[in-house]
């Protein structure tokens, strides 16, 4: 079994900063990408950084400079770093995993529980 846990998340005023932490354990052998998805209420899921292990990053054009992921392989981790945050940025934030378990062949998603955050004054 991988488990998928984030922290970080809570209640910033606008223009501030959150930094948010995923870590993957267990069965977890090799992973491939970790990146982060949000989702705002009635809305769909939505992907807003992504982060493969050779490096390569892909951000959600809403948070582009504003957003940075960075990846600590040897913890199997992955954070991002929230600047200037916006109300728009209100959702949960779900951290997912690429990547392959023990045992298992080939390559799966997997997904954390998510961590609210709230941009409002």
């Known amino acids: 079994q991988v488990q998928v846990v984030e922290s970080g998340g809570g209640l910033v005023q606008p223009g501030g900063s959150l930094r948010l932490s995923c870590a993957a354990s267990?069965?977890?052998?090799?992973?491939?990408?970790m990146g982060w998805y949000r989702q705002a209420p009635g809305k769909q899921r939505e992907l807003v950084a992504l982060?493969?292990?050779?490096?390569?990053?892909d951000y959600q054009g809403s948070v582009k400079g504003r957003f940075t992921i960075s990846r600590d392989g040897a913890k199997n981790t992955v954070y991002l770093q929230m600047n200037n945050l916006k109300p728009e940025d209100t959702a949960v934030y779900i951290c997912?995993?690429?990547?392959?378990?023990?045992?298992?062949?080939?390559?799966?998603?997997?997904w954390g529980p998510g961590t609210q955050v709230t941009v409002a004054s």
């Open positions: 997912n995993v690429f990547g392959r378990a023990r045992r298992d062949a080939g390559l799966s998603d997997y």
């Open positions: 267990g069965s977890i052998f090799s992973i491939n990408a």
């Open positions: 982060t493969w292990s050779g490096g390569s990053t």
